[in-house]
């Protein structure tokens, strides 16, 4: 592994059976970001028009995450690690690249039942992204974009340095259905949530 921060928490994305939510693989990020930005939009009454329906909530809200990762093989090269010698990289933009791609053999088979006449096409279903930041931020997720940056490649051309900006947005119950396994994850997120606030609002005392 090319980690350039061996004794930190490492943040990730964690792949997760879609069917039963097990975890299946994993993609840890080299670099831990330094920014995280996160935005909310809240799910309220439309067109509301007595005011205790100002004050009512459709669910919980729709928040995005996004982060520059830093993918660098400088200290990887310095150990001499095979893959890092072999791709620079390149296998870590490959990772991050199949959360956004079907796979060849998708298609594959998407493009046999076509030419066979099938009207049916096999949905092209991908695990499900675990994003992964520390011990109360653990969220089940889908990648809304994903930019790439190559900077410095080696003698083969393959790439150094790159910057990866991704969109994430968190996958809750509303999304999911409260029966989906990864629901489970995105409450047991919430409950975290609802104790650390619970720690700074306190009740109104009158003295």
């Not at 670099?31 to 909530?57: C, D, H, W, Y």
Request: aromatic share 6%; net charge neutral.
């Amino acid at each position: 592994m090319l980690s350039s921060q061996p004794n930190y928490v490492k943040a990730g994305i964690v792949l997760l059976d879609p069917q039963s939510g097990e975890p299946v693989n994993a993609i840890p990020l080299l670099i831990n970001p330094s920014t995280l930005s996160t935005q909310f939009e809240v799910k309220s009454q439309a067109g509301s028009q007595t005011r205790t329906e100002q004050m009512r909530l459709n669910g919980p809200p729709t928040e995005s995450i996004s982060f520059e990762a830093i993918l660098d093989a400088t200290d990887a090269l310095e150990r001499g690690d095979e893959d890092a010698v072999t791709y620079g990289i390149g296998h870590y933009i490959a990772a991050l690249r199949s959360l956004i791609s079907p796979t060849k053999r998708q298609l594959l088979q998407n493009d046999a039942r076509a030419r066979e006449g099938k009207l049916t096409i096999i949905p092209m279903v991908q695990p499900l992204p675990l994003f992964s930041w520390g011990a109360y931020r653990r969220v089940p997720v889908k990648v809304k974009s994903l930019a790439l940056t190559e900077e410095f490649f080696s003698a083969r051309l393959n790439p150094l340095s790159a910057k990866a900006n991704l969109s994430l947005q968190v996958l809750t119950v509303d999304d999911l259905g409260f029966k989906h396994p990864a629901s489970s994850l995105f409450l047991h997120y919430l409950t975290g949530l609802e104790t650390q606030a619970g720690r700074v609002i306190k009740p109104v005392t009158n003295s």
